[in-house]
């Protein structure tokens, strides 16, 4: 983790005329992808028969996956400087409508899906309305919709898991299109793929990353500043969406109760990969290092039985050098 | 025109008054008010037990209300909630205590006002409840304990999957089922144990973690309803037939488990009693007969042989 002189030199004109993730935050990427193979490297010497298994490393992707796709839609939405502290109930809330449409409904089951994930990302039109439209600090408006979406999952499911009798449903999550890869792992990385193309090629990138690096003068600029923050928190809704359908998919029930405290491992993964909570700089592969690098750490922690308790303390001691990290940039940047 | 307008008007200006004066307890009427706070309701067992109390007041004629915070960790919001419950005047107050002494300041306040107090589901650290009305967890989960020494057949590897490390279910239990395995079968060897918040998916992960990193293991405890469908989810995707799951509390997800086989069985309270006991001595307390001071509502093993006794099907809520 030492510094590098040259990055006191970000040529402006090097911060992409292209659409690409910048030059700054490919470093703080890379400065992720070495402390997860720092960290794998670590686990490996000291549980060399066990932690770097394959089966052990499909261990870890499993449990990224619900974190994962939440982080994917956070880092749209904290890279315009904003936050969505409603994914985790919303998440339980999708899963519920996935099995009122599955279950009680009858509906297909891709077409259940679909609507579920739609679901989400009416959650988050909703949010997008109230932040866009209404200007409602991000916090508030989404602190609002996590007491909503919570209340709401527990109303729709009469306050019970509903439980998924279509086999089709589950292998979703615990299938292996791929021998020895369970599908959630596969439709991870899809999302992944998507989140990342949207990010680095498209119109909605450029102008999400505009907006949080300057909201003024993104609008100066022709930016439609309103409408594309509607879109970017429509776009988070959706990823939490598909979220809850695969939780609900691996566990085959939805739970109503589940999801409170899932925004903050979210909203950790986005930081540790090295998008700035301050709004227009952030990547999708930093954000699924940081989403994989909690995994491991706490797989990693849990295979040399260290006691839980200090688990959270380590984990909670990378968000901070993440977090430090990030600061130290931002003052380099303003005296350069 | 304008008449017919006040009517309605007085109706539905008294309609909004009625709920209120029937708060204020006692004075106005004179049915009994049992107030009942609970560590939640959004659980299937906190609706087992609210059915329990339910039935009991509709048959007793009195009038229940049932509220609980959001999680289980909302300490703050319970306290809250016994508050303004303190501050309605029921005639008698039943606590589930998430924190049993975060609650002393409210349950002392009723206390002055007379207002009899029940512990129920987990006791309080406080003399001031008249009865407390509880699972013996740590008895539930010793008996666990000695069914798991019994499937293994006295060794190998064993591991506790827990709720919560704070709260006096969450530890009873666990030490619980570890003096069952110490006693039971001493040559059985115990991994640390870890903790999922009861969360499904968190388990599910912390299961594979242990599975993974421990070959020999062959038996795996949860201590709810949560972490044991937690622990079995992560041992079906780990792809082991031939690890013993034995699991606390009931639920379909778990009651199906074991009607499948993959769950060897599990302990359960009987949380549809509580509810009625809690209401019942509750309500003698108000009427100053003699009670109890702790009032077990028992626990009992269920696995495949048994889950259709009478017995079975009245405690397991589904």
Known sequence: ?336 | MTASRRTVLTAAATALLLPASACTGRSRDDVLHVAIVSKGFQQQFWQAVKRGADAEAQKQGVVLTFEGPPTESDIEAQITMLQNTVTRNPDGLALAALDSRAAARALAEAEQKGIPIVAFDSGVESDLPVSTVATDNAAASREAGKHMADLLGGEGQVAVIAHDQVSLSGTDRRDGFIAGIEEFAPGIELLPTQYGGGDQAVTANIARSMITANPDLAGMFGTNEGSAIGILRGVQESGRDDLAVVGFDSGRAQVEAIRDGEMSGAVTQNPVAMGRITVQTVLAAIRDEEVEEVIDTGFLWYDADNLDSDEVQEAIYL
């Open chain 1, 1 to 336: 983790m030492t510094t590098t002189t040259t990055e006191n030199a970000p040529a402006p004109q090097r911060q992409s005329t292209r659409s690409g993730p910048s030059w700054r935050s490919r470093m703080q990427q890379m400065l992720a992808a070495g402390t997860l193979v720092l960290i794998f490297i670590a686990f490996s010497i000291a549980s060399p028969e066990i932690f770097p298994t394959w089966g052990n490393i499909v261990t870890i992707l499993y449990s990224t996956v619900v974190i994962g796709l939440l982080a994917l839609g956070a880092t749209f939405v904290i890279t315009t400087a904003g936050i969505d502290l409603s994914v985790g109930t919303a998440m339980a809330l999708c899963a519920v409508m996935s099995g009122l449409f599955i279950v009680n409904w009858g509906l297909p089951v891709p077409l259940g899906i679909m609507l579920a994930i739609l679901f989400g990302g009416l959650v988050g039109l909703v949010n997008g309305i109230n932040v866009a439209i209404l200007d409602l600090p991000p916090f508030i408006a989404t602190l609002a919709m996590m007491m909503v979406a919570g209340g709401l999952a527990l109303v729709f499911s009469g306050a019970a898991p509903i439980y998924f009798e279509q086999p089709s449903y589950m292998w979703l999550s615990t299938g292996s299109i791929i021998p020895s890869v369970p599908n959630a792992v596969l439709v991870l990385l899809l999302a992944a793929v998507i989140a990342a193309v949207l990010m680095s090629r498209t119109v909605l990138g450029r102008y999400t990353m505009a907006i949080g690096a300057n909201q003024e003068a993104a609008g100066l600029a022709g930016v439609a500043v309103r409408k594309w923050l509607l879109i970017v928190y429509t776009v988070g809704g959706l990823f939490t969406g598909l979220a809850g359908v695969m939780i609900s998919a691996r566990l085959g029930s939805a739970q109503p109760a589940t999801g409170m405290g899932y925004e903050l491992d979210a909203i950790a993964a986005v930081v540790i990969g090295g998008t700035s909570l301050s709004g227009g700089r952030g990547t999708i592969a930093g954000t699924m290092i940081g989403a994989l690098i909690i995994s491991t750490l706490t797989n990693g922690l849990q295979i040399l039985s260290i006691p839980q308790e200090w688990q959270d303390v380590l984990l909670g001691a990378v968000i901070l050098v993440a977090v430090f990290i990030d600061r130290l940039r931002k003052r380099r940047e303003r005296t350069s």
